[in-house]
């Protein structure tokens, strides 16, 4: 079993809509909780992260951690193309050597279509 | 200005030859990590440096070396270069503290090809 699950999709949505991607864990060592969105031919870029269970807001994005499920998800409020990409959850627990290791999902592949 | 930039862009190479890529970040960060992204896009660390010494080491292949002549330069070098080495090779860097890691700043990848 991977220490992060997600669905790799793709999924595609139309415009406006609201897209809930999700990952799930086994590592209940795991600190930081990121979602990374990456376009085609680039490199991921760091979207949101959280530290607890809860949810945090960003405009249009709602990442949301549920420790005790070992879940995470990022919703995404009226949708547009320019969110087309492939999203990346990622979570990191503190290594031996008093770092952060960083574990990434499979990635979602989503198309939000005009 | 680009933040974390990689060279080459892309790779095409034969069945063991030896190639190296490039890797320097201007954020002024002291960590820089390598990762590998497979065709599924799975994404998995290979190495990472804190100022120069060597703080995470996966399980990789001994053909893989990187080198760090700076904290502002990470390398890679690979040996005898197999087709199951094809991918996109990833460059990374993070803010000096540890405990602030998790937010990493990637280079754009470095498309290797082995044929």
């Known amino acids: 079993q991977k220490e992060v699950e997600q669905d790799p999709g793709p999924l595609s949505v139309p415009e406006g809509a609201i897209v809930s991607l999700n990952c799930t864990y086994s590592?209940?060592?795991?600190?930081?909780f990121m979602w990374y969105r990456q376009y085609s031919r680039k490199g991921p870029e760091l979207l949101m992260y959280?530290?607890?269970?809860g949810n945090k807001e960003d405009g249009r994005f709602t990442a949301q951690v549920d420790k005790s499920s070992k879940y995470i998800s990022l919703f995404i409020r009226d949708s547009q193309p320019s969110d087309s990409a492939t999203y990346l959850c990622a979570m990191s627990v503190l290594n031996s050597g008093g770092y952060q290791k960083v574990t990434f999902g499979t990635g979602t592949k989503l198309q939000v279509i005009p | 200005d680009t933040a974390v930039s990689q060279t080459p862009k892309y790779l095409v190479t034969q069945m063991g030859n030896d190639k190296s890529i490039k890797c320097e970040q201007n954020l002024g960060h002291d960590t820089m990590y390598w990762y590998k992204q497979d065709s599924k896009k799975f994404l998995k660390i290979m190495f990472s440096?804190?100022?120069?010494?060597?703080?995470i080491n996966e399980t990789v292949p001994n053909r893989f070396s990187p080198k760090s002549p700076d904290k502002a330069h990470l390398n890679l070098h690979i040996n005898s270069l197999e087709l199951g080495d094809s991918a996109v090779y990833f460059c990374?860097?993070?803010?000096?503290?540890?405990?602030?890691?998790?937010?990493?700043?990637f280079g754009p990848g470095t498309r290797l090809t082995v044929t």
């Open positions: 959280t530290y607890s269970s």
């Open positions: 590592n209940s060592a795991f600190q930081y």
């Open positions: 440096y804190n100022n120069k010494e060597l703080i």
């Open positions: 990374a860097s993070s803010q000096d503290s540890p405990l602030a890691s998790y937010e990493q700043y």
